[in-house]
């Protein structure tokens, strides 16, 4: 028994309808997430290098350093130079972040929806088995009641 266009698209419709990550919930979720994004970026120099070269390279590139953020661990040996990018910087930053975020979901969505399909392809060969089988034993009763009534006609004849 082949599956009709119109088996078909109820499949679809059922399965868009049981998809509880959709495109909607992707966007609203990326919209909560944009605030979420930290412009602040964080370099380490190990201690053995000159920070003063890496913070005069980074204001000529038009970053804005962040001394009450910059912080010094002596147990490793490491500068951790905070600073904030140029505004398109920022954007771009935000932008991949966001993107990020919205090939994970789109990720979760394949996942759930595979698992949707999976349970309705199961759910739809059980019926069509349950369907073979009724049929089946809707010929085999016929042939019996046929061959009852070929069988009592021959008696009876």
């Keep these: 028994m082949t599956t009709t266009k119109k088996e078909t698209n109820l499949l679809i419709k059922e399965a868009q309808a049981k998809l509880t990550l959709n495109d909607d919930a992707i966007e609203m979720a990326v919209n909560k997430k944009e605030g979420f ?19 005069v390279e980074l204001i000529e590139n038009g970053n ?3 001394p009450e953020k910059c912080k010094h661990n002596s147990a490793t040996g490491v500068y951790i130079i905070s600073y904030l990018p140029p505004e398109a ?8 972040f966001l ?13 759930e929806l595979a698992a949707i ?3 309705l392809s ?11 089988e009724q049929e089946k034993q809707y010929k085999l009763d ?11 006609g021959e008696v009876s004849g």
């Design 122 to 132: 199961a759910d739809y060969a059980d019926k069509l088995e349950q369907q073979a």
């Design 64 to 66: 804005q350093i962040l």
């Design 142 to 152: 016929k042939a019996k009641a046929d061959l009852l009534q070929l069988l009592s």
């Design 37 to 55: 994004f930290n412009p602040v970026q964080s370099i380490q120099v190990k201690a053995t290098q000159p920070a003063f070269s890496k913070i």
């Design 99 to 111: 993107s990020e975020y919205r090939n994970q979901l789109k990720i979760k969505q394949s996942t």
């Design 89 to 96: 910087t920022v954007k771009e930053l935000k932008a991949a």
């Design 117 to 119: 399909v999976d349970d």
